[in-house]
């Protein structure tokens, strides 16, 4: 029984340990919906629109995440308009951007 209770603790953590990879994935291609329905008028992937190009943004997430909420320059601020999630759906969006253009 000890044995039993043991494998399935590890299952537990083994299962919990790798939510968030997948969980991040998820939200990645969330973010990739909300950048192309919300944000890809103004902001290419790689190169200058309106505002800079998805790869040569800031790469520190905080910013990320402020800079969306609450809007710099020409940019509006979005923190009303989109969740919390959304954002970080985003945030996680653009690095991956940012990683796979080497950055």
Same mark, same amino acid.
């Given at each position: 029984?000890?044995?039993?209770?043991?494998?399935?603790?590890?299952?537990?953590?083994?299962? !919990?340990?790798? *939510?968030?990879?997948?969980?991040?994935?998820?939200?990645?291609?969330?973010?990739?919906? =909300?950048? $192309?329905? &919300?944000?890809?008028?103004?902001?290419?992937?790689?190169?200058?629109? !309106?505002?800079? *190009?998805?790869?040569?943004?800031?790469?520190?997430?905080?910013?990320?995440?402020?800079? =969306?909420? $609450?809007? &710099?320059?020409?940019?509006?601020?979005?923190?009303?308009?989109?969740?919390?999630?959304?954002?970080?759906?985003?945030?996680?969006?653009?690095?991956?951007?940012?990683?796979?253009?080497?950055?």
């Amino acid at each position: 029984m000890r044995r039993m209770t043991l494998m399935l603790a590890m299952a537990a953590a083994c299962a !919990v340990l790798t *939510a968030p990879a997948s969980a991040q994935a998820a939200s990645a291609a969330d973010g990739e919906k =909300i950048y $192309n329905k &919300r944000c890809k008028m103004c902001h290419a992937l790689d190169r200058k629109k !309106v505002g800079p *190009a998805l790869k040569d943004m800031n790469r520190d997430p905080e910013v990320l995440r402020t800079t =969306i909420t $609450n809007g &710099r320059r020409m940019m509006p601020a979005w923190g009303k308009k989109l969740s919390q999630d959304e954002i970080e759906s985003l945030v996680l969006f653009i690095q991956k951007v940012q990683a796979e253009a080497g950055k």
